[in-house]
């Protein structure tokens, strides 16, 4: 198939997909006239590849990943490729303390500005006239 019929059954950009090629994550054969061809497997392809982006994997760690989907009876590569997964929850949930952090901070700031605007806001109302 395609790049455009890829793209519609994946719903995947070309971009994308040419992306993913340059990446090394997917490949294709060349018609005489340059046109990319895929296989039918590489709509299952592209789902695996997918899957991983939105896991907040890097085209590098899928593309270390890839060879479990590629040879999947091997031990050694299915070795390989959990011990590549559990580094990047490892990474994920050093992100996720790092986020929880910046975000703390910034309660603290937002807290201390609530304050300064009331009080800004309090010194702002006209004082009560007498009568």
Do not use: K, W
Not at 13 to 21: D, K, W
Not at 38 to 44: H, L, P
Not at 80 to 92: G, H, N, P, S, V
């Amino acid at each position: 198939m395609r790049i455009g019929e890829l793209s519609q059954r994946t719903g995947v950009s070309p971009r994308s997909l040419r992306y993913y090629e340059d990446q090394g994550l997917l490949t294709s054969s060349r018609s005489a006239a340059g046109q990319r061809h895929y296989s039918d497997a590489a709509v299952q392809r592209v789902s695996s590849i997918r899957r991983m982006f939105d896991a907040g994997m890097s085209s590098r760690v899928i593309a270390t990943m890839l060879p479990c989907v590629d040879i999947p009876g091997d031990l050694g590569v299915a070795e390989e490729t959990f011990a590549a997964m559990l580094r990047e929850r490892d990474r994920i949930d050093a992100d996720i303390v790092h986020l929880t952090e910046a975000r703390d901070a910034l309660d603290v700031l937002i807290r201390a500005n609530s304050r300064h605007r009331a009080g800004l806001s309090a010194d702002s109302q006209p004082a009560a006239q007498l009568t």
